[in-house]
């Protein structure tokens, strides 16, 4: 009769050897061993025994029983022979706020801008390293104002609004500068107008029957995203979003009127997980 005899270290030992080989030659790779010392830098060689980094000073011949994590810049992750992560974060909650510069197109005549506030959360799901589909609920501060000698005319429309936006990044490093585009829908909160007289008069009017209650545009730009940890990222957006709906409510008799919002967004804020 025959007795095999075999531990548990050989069998990680195995897994450790499948795994460093399916590395790829050429990427950048943090290798640890099992006294702790470290090293990260290009993947130049992997043969039956051992793998071969080159840092930027020296090169370095790893034996592939001594090592312990292999982490990779893409997210690889293997740590004593079973691949904990290979693609990343699916999913990521995020917060943001900032300026909105919003305006009006009042009959295909700009107005003067309305400075205002963005606050909101998002929920960004990627779909590969570089790709993710994001929604969100914000509140923002859109309007447009008209202004001369006489008076100051601030009209105030606030809403809730309901972005969904695709984002493509150029990179899946820390530092990921990204194009984004999309649509948006909104549901008005408060509608009303300033109206500030140079005598120092001042008044204020409810427009709400003016206007409808929702407004569809669509959403252009891009961003930055800076990663701080394996579940932290910050990130600086600027976008210039485009109502494609006349807001004018259709009762209400304003000869043929249209007006249509205008913005450029730019936020910041944090995501996690």
């Not at 309901?162 to 990044?169: A, E, G, Q, V």
């Amino acid at each position: 009769m025959l007795i095999v005899l075999f531990s548990f270290s050989d069998v990680i030992s195995q897994n450790n050897n499948e795994q460093i080989d399916k590395l790829i030659i050429g990427k950048v790779y943090k290798v640890r061993i099992i006294n702790g010392w470290e090293a990260e830098g290009e993947l130049k060689n992997i043969d039956s025994s051992n793998i071969i980094i080159q840092t930027k000073n020296k090169s370095f011949t790893i034996p592939k029983v001594e090592i312990t994590l292999i982490e990779g810049k893409d997210g690889f992750i293997m740590e004593n022979g079973i691949t904990k992560k290979a693609d990343g974060n699916k999913f990521k909650f995020g917060i943001l706020g900032g300026l909105d510069l919003a305006k009006a197109i009042f009959n295909s005549e700009a107005t003067n801008t309305r400075s205002g506030i963005e606050i909101g959360i998002l929920f960004e799901f990627y779909t590969s390293k570089l790709f993710s589909i994001q929604p969100g609920i914000s509140y923002i501060q859109k309007g447009s104002k008209f202004e001369n000698e006489v008076v100051v005319i601030t009209q105030k429309m606030n809403y809730l609004e309901f972005p969904l936006i695709c984002n493509f990044k150029f990179t899946s490093g820390k530092i990921a500068p990204y194009l984004s585009t999309g649509f948006y829908l909104s549901t008005r909160v408060s509608c009303y107008q300033n109206q500030e007289y140079s005598s120092g008069e001042r008044y204020e009017y409810d427009t709400k029957e003016y206007f409808d209650k929702a407004d569809l545009g669509w959403i252009a730009g891009g961003g930055v995203n800076f990663t701080v940890s394996k579940s932290t990222d910050l990130f600086v957006n600027f976008y210039y979003s485009m109502g494609l709906t006349n807001i004018i409510n259709s009762s209400q008799s304003f000869d043929n009127a249209t007006v249509h919002n205008r913005g450029m967004q730019i936020t910041a804020g944090v995501k996690l997980f």
